[in-house]
């Protein structure tokens, strides 16, 4: 077998390809380019669509879309729109980290990794995502589930308030943490879903 060149496309860091049994197409993204490519075999059609960042991976998903990996979070990528849209942030208190390589398992759930996007801080971290909940797991085989309540989340929302109060934005969020005062600080952060406590606990608290 003779290899052929079938695009000179002068990638700045080409990786992450990935095969589309139902287009029958290849996708690859080139991180410092923020490009997402598209190869098609047959009949040898070329394109790319411009990513809102660096772009560290595209996996297929079951939606007919293309789930993505950013600096800024996880996107979905529509192939016949070619439009990005943006869906859950991964490490908003890492905001030198960019994600970086993916792959799905056998069980429908992806892996995903992180790193320090100047590639000298130890920061990066190993993520499942698995019916839209993220485990962040560790070398040593200790798992840590983000959920509504941790550290993860509650520095997730003070980010969200202090960027809205700069644009006078009012927040009212969804799933939230224990009410702890900061609407004296920030008066924009109006209220919140759950009546009492954290969003977890909200199904056994009273109203008065």
Sequence with gaps: MTPELVWDLGAELG???VWDADRSCLWFVDIKGKKLHRF???PGALSSADAPG???WALPADNG???CGLQSGLHWFDPDTRAFTFWRVVEPSLPGNRLNDACTDAQGRVWFGS???GESAETGHFYRLDAGQIDRDWPDGKRTQEGHDGQFM???HLKVVETAAKYRIAVNP???IKDTGLRRTYPN???REGARGQRSEEHTSALP
């Design 54 to 56: 660096e772009i560290g």
């Design 40 to 42: 098609d075999p047959v």
């Design 154 to 156: 509650a520095r997730h």
């Design 15 to 17: 990786e992450g390809p």
């Design 115 to 117: 790193m320090d996007n």
């Design 174 to 176: 969804h799933e939230p």
């Design 65 to 67: 879309r293309l789930l």
């Design 189 to 191: 952060w109006v209220s």
